[in-house]
């Protein structure tokens, strides 16, 4: 049941989930699965009776971001995409400059979805590349090459959006050259934006039962992208995340600084008013709760200042930027701010910086970082 709250809803972001895709990714554990006929048109009455929910509650909400996810929205038809915005536009608002994000695989992005997108508001594509080696992405278990990667880059381009890219590092048997090389076919095709990550056996997916020694250690390729792609104009400004200047994901930032956001679809997640809630992660519930005319938000919580504090500090330190000192003590108290910086101090002195109004991680303290954040928690 939804827990009473007044939304302050300044700065509020959309999330949008879309759980469907054409084959399952063995390290994938999203929620998301291979629709049945019909499933598509079904989930899309669905969306409609969520938003009408949370619009009988929050009234006219204006966005400054919005995120569409999944899965691959991708599997939608340029005829269901029409019906999606027409649902997003009938209840919702979006700032003039709104951030909106759609996320698409290359095998899948047509013309028409293109040329929707630009006719409604998208104006940033996020693609799953993963890898420009077809061996890595057979290995994946992707169903897309490298041409069809490098082809809707492309495409995506041409169209005039802004594009970022998914990569993997980590994965078995991947050579310190392979990965070279994905960086350089990267940076030459001409995103703005690129997000890195590790790959691991996720508990859910289809390998989380594979032995973790047959996993590289991914030092030496996050390093190497540290040091590679800042001289080709893509600066860190998080953990995962590098871009050119002024392409950062304002998005997933409003996530780091503690932003609102409004969470919809199956099995999402949204943030109102310091209370964290997830939706239901199965097909079935989530359409009987919906028809019914009753919430599919089967969890919630509102954390304590204590918990807060932590959760804050430990995203603040994903970006770059860093602590701003005096906000977190004028949020949380420098009593918590004090614990957590003694905890930080336990660490190596070069794997952060602590000056007067600031802390942050050094590159070097980012490439530990999961080390990091699991000692602050």
């Not at 269901?80 to 996320?103: C, G, M, N, P």
């Not at 495409?155 to 090389?181: E, H």
């Not at 009987?288 to 932590?310: P, Y």
């Amino acid at each position: 049941m939804l827990n009473p709250f007044v939304p302050r809803l300044r700065n509020i972001s959309l999330y949008l989930h879309i759980p469907f895709c054409e084959n399952k990714c063995p390290y994938c554990a999203f929620d998301s699965f291979t629709p049945n006929e019909g499933d598509v048109d079904l989930y899309l009455e669905l969306i409609e009776k969520e938003v009408e929910w949370w619009s009988r509650r929050l009234g006219r909400v204006t966005f400054s971001t919005c995120y569409i996810g999944g899965g691959t929205p991708t599997t939608l038809t340029g005829p269901q995409w029409l019906r999606l915005t027409q649902i997003l536009d009938k209840y919702f608002d979006f700032k003039s400059k709104a951030e909106i994000t759609v996320e698409a695989n290359p095998n899948s992005l047509k013309t028409e979805h293109l040329l929707h997108w630009r006719d409604w508001r998208v104006n940033r594509i996020s693609l799953g590349v993963q890898s420009f080696d077809d061996a890595e992405l057979i290995q994946l278990g992707r169903i897309h090459n490298s041409a069809q990667a490098h082809n809707a880059i492309s495409a995506a381009l041409a169209a005039s959006f802004s594009v970022s890219i998914d990569l993997m590092f980590g994965l078995p048997k991947q050579t310190f050259q392979n990965w070279g090389r994905t960086l350089k076919e990267s940076v030459a095709s001409g995103v703005q934006h690129l997000s890195l990550y590790q790959l691991s056996f996720e508990p859910g997916s289809a390998w989380e039962n594979m032995p973790k020694e047959t996993l590289p250690d991914g030092y030496c390729p996050y390093r190497w992208a540290q040091w590679y792609l800042p001289r080709k104009g893509y600066m860190q400004y998080e953990v995962a995340n590098f871009s050119r200047a002024g392409r950062e994901s304002k998005h997933n930032i409003n996530y780091w600084r503690e932003g609102e956001y409004l969470g919809l679809g199956l099995g999402a997640s949204g943030y109102l008013s310091g209370w964290r809630y997830k939706n239901t992660s199965v097909f079935r519930e989530y359409s009987e709760l919906l028809r019914l005319k009753k919430s599919v938000i089967v969890s919630g919580e509102r954390l304590s200042l204590d918990a807060k504090s932590k959760e804050a500090f430990i995203l603040a330190l994903r970006m770059s930027e860093g602590i701003n000192r005096n906000d977190y003590k004028n949020k949380y108290g420098e009593l918590n701010e004090q614990n957590l910086i003694k905890t930080l101090r336990t660490f190596p002195n070069d794997l952060y910086e602590i000056t007067k109004g600031n802390i942050a991680l050094t590159a070097k303290g980012m490439r530990v970082a999961n080390i990091i954040w699991t000692d602050l928690i």
